[in-house]
């Protein structure tokens, strides 16, 4: 089991970039994979992007693709979501999870461990 905390978010303009930072408890982040999900209100929760445990590959959601980046400090015991050029379609809350397996495509299924989330909101 892992203690994951996120920060970051917050009110932004259309065209703004935001950081997300993910804070995990215990020397075992190493093994974990980790994920970015988000979910916006009177939607389902969706894949954001995902990052296996040595940071060699990841996985976006197509919505994401070419302005989403997700990368891990081990030594840190964080992983990141930098996020560019955000659009209002962008506004949900934005979860960190841990999972213990790496499989394409990933799925909400495969992580034990989540966040408080965190709000990411972006106006027109």
């Known amino acids: 089991q892992v203690q994951l905390v996120e920060a970051g978010g917050g009110l932004v303009q259309a065209g703004a970039s935001l950081r997300l930072s993910c804070a995990a408890s215990?020397?075992?982040?190493?093994?974990?994979?980790m994920g970015w999900f988000r979910q916006a209100p009177g939607k389902e929760r969706e894949l954001v992007a995902a990052?296996?445990?040595?940071?060699?590959?990841?996985q976006y959601g197509d919505s994401v693709k070419g302005r989403f980046t997700i990368s891990r400090d081990n030594a840190k015991n964080t992983a990141y979501l930098q996020m560019n050029s955000l659009k209002y379609e962008d506004t949900a809350v934005y979860y960190c999870?841990?999972?213990?397996?790496?499989?394409?495509?990933?799925?909400?299924?495969?992580?034990?461990?989540w966040g408080q989330g965190t709000q990411v909101t972006v106006s027109s």
């Open positions: 999870a841990a999972g213990r397996i790496w499989v394409v495509p990933t799925s909400e299924r495969l992580y034990n461990d």
């Open positions: 215990g020397r075992a982040f190493t093994t974990y994979t």
């Open positions: 990052i296996n445990w040595s940071g060699d590959y990841t």
